[in-house]
T-cell receptor, first 114, second 114 residues
Framework: GAGVSQTPSNKVTEKGKYVELRCDPISGHTALYWYRQSLGQGPEFLIYFQGTGAADDSGLPNDRFFAVRPEGSVSTLKIQRTERGDSAMYLC????????????FGQGTRLTVV | AQKITQTQPGMFVQEKEAVTLDCTYDTSDPSYGLFWYKQPSSGEMIFLIYQGSYDQQNATEGRYSLNFQKARKSANLVISASQLGDSAMYFCAMRPLTGNQFYFGTGTSLTVIP
């Protein structure tokens, strides 16, 4: 596809369950970012991949959150033992390298933990 | 530390008037890029305009222009001839050369009044 694709668009899960959120970036984009956005707030950085490796995972809130990008393209954000406070919009973005390259965002996955 | 500050939680503007959305930033990186994004109620993040830290001229893109004052570390977005479709959240972001990730402000909600 032409843009960043995120699936599912909506996910409702019970507290304590495990969830996976998928991001398919724009082909050729080496940089991939995950953000979390609560209502009325700005995107909060979670993790940044350069190629297959996590270049910066300092934004992951705790060890329940984990993300992978095994082949340098598709990425999966994994949340274990979900809590109600994890409810938010999870945004994925991809970019080429270089200061002038903007981040292209997907439509996001709305996660609701009940 | 990298930080983006948007001090206007909400702004109102009359249709066809111009409006300025404020953004200040803090970084120790000598090279960085500044970006503005629009997020309508549909949730997608739309890239608007880019300004490089070494660019000599203020960026312009159609009705959008950036008032870049490097010494003050400010990068205010100016929207001219506001339209009803401009009603949205607006986010300022910075991408330093070191680290390569995007840092976002908390956003400004703009409402265009007919």
């Amino acid at each position: 596809g032409a843009g960043v694709s995120q699936t599912p668009s909506n996910k409702v899960t019970e507290k304590g369950k495990y969830v996976e959120l998928r991001c398919d970036p724009i082909s050729g984009h080496t940089a991939l970012y995950w953000y979390r956005q609560s209502l009325g707030q700005g995107p909060e950085f979670l993790i940044y991949f350069q190629g297959t490796g996590a270049a910066d995972d300092s934004g992951l809130p705790n060890d329940r959150f984990f993300a992978v990008r095994p082949e340098g393209s598709v990425s999966t954000l994994k949340i274990q033992r979900t809590e109600r406070g994890d409810s938010a919009m999870y945004l994925c973005a991809s970019s080429t390298d270089g200061l002038r390259s903007e981040a292209f965002f997907g439509q996001g996955t709305r996660l609701t933990v009940v | 530390a990298q930080k983006i500050t948007q001090t206007q939680p909400g702004m109102f503007v009359q249709e066809k008037e111009a409006v300025t959305l404020d953004c200040t930033y803090d970084t120790s990186d000598p090279s960085y890029g500044l970006f503005w994004y629009k997020q309508p109620s549909s949730g997608e993040m739309i890239f608007l305009i880019y300004q490089g830290s070494y660019d000599q001229q203020n960026a312009t893109e159609g009705r959008y222009s950036l008032n870049f004052q490097k010494a003050r570390k400010s990068a205010n977005l100016v929207i001219s001839a506001s339209q009803l479709g401009d009603s949205a959240m607006y986010f300022c972001a910075m991408r330093p050369l070191t680290g390569n990730q995007f840092y976002f402000g908390t956003g400004t909600s703009l409402t265009v009044i007919p």
